[in-house]
């Protein structure tokens, strides 16, 4: 099977989970390629089409598997293949771009939601899915501790709180975080930013970090929640996304009822007094969310599309 991936490329690189996701397509015998999309806006993205219709006759795919919703607006714009189109949040929770997803929602073949929540905001009638984005699972997120710090040079007897992003992204909400850490009134914990790392070396920040932080205004099915529970990291997070159903009955992993730093800072003290790994690597795959599985039902998806297809 012939599968053509449309995302964006305007950071000059595809989004690392959907590259590991189409990895694990690739394992799974699918033949892919990519088309990178240059532009901002709907404007933006409509210089493309001329592109992917020639990307389109010289690949000749079977499915064309887009990302976000604007993506799948203009994989729409040609009728010859049909779309998939996965909504990774952002495109559904923006109102402004919210009104592209719903147009590339009524063209696409079938439609998958990384979460339930921004399921529910569209309602869809039918043809679709929710299946979050898988994480690969390797060795390297049961590094212990101990050898963790000492790769990244951090103190063996530090305790570090890890953030889930860049200071200076404004949607993951680093005031309420610095806010709720200052309110643990220990000098000895830092909390540490999540920017400027590769991803072996965020594997190994989340395998020594005594603590993840996440309180984003929102997202839609946060990969670093799921990179986190993979390597046994005690988790405090704000109710955001999936977040709630993913670390659901993992102990040392909790979610806020509020955006309060209070309510944070005390879910802080009982994570960091957490002992030893939390079991959300058994979650992952008990969850059916690790790349592999997720493959299994995409590979489903693009076949039941097919079949449609053909009569």
Known sequence: MRILIVASFNKGRFAPFIVEQVEALEKRGCTTSFFGLQGKGLQGYLKNLPLLKQKIKEFCPDVIHAHY???????????????????????????????????????????????????????????????PCGIDLSD????????????????????????????????????LAKEAVALL??????????????????????????????????????????????????????????????????EGCYVANTCEPEELANLLRRALSFEGRTKGHDKIVADGIDNRQVAKQLIEIYERVLRSENH
């Open 140 to 175: 390297s997120q049961l590094t212990e501790k101990v050898e963790a710090r000492r790769k990244m040079n951090l103190q063996a007897n530090g305790k570090y709180i890890l953030f889930a992003g860049a200071f200076d992204v404004e949607v993951k909400n680093a005031p």
């Open 69 to 131: 919703g604007l993506s799948g607006l203009l994989a729409n714009l040609q009728r010859l293949v049909p779309v998939v189109t996965t909504y990774h949040g952002s495109d559904i929770n923006d109102k402004k771009v919210l009104r592209f997803s719903k147009f590339a929602i009524r063209l696409s073949a079938w439609n998958v939601f990384v979460s339930r929540k921004t399921m529910e905001i569209v309602g869809p009638k039918k043809n679709y899915i929710v299946l």
């Open 185 to 250: 009134q220990d000098d000895q914990t830092e909390l540490l930013e999540l920017k400027g790392y590769t991803r072996e070396e965020v594997t190994l920040l989340m395998c020594a970090a005594d603590a993840f932080l996440l309180t984003s205004f929102m997202e839609g099915s946060p990969q670093v929640i799921k990179e986190a529970m993979a390597c046994g990291c005690p988790i405090v997070s704000v109710d955001v996304g999936d977040v709630m159903e993913r670390m659901a009955g993992v």
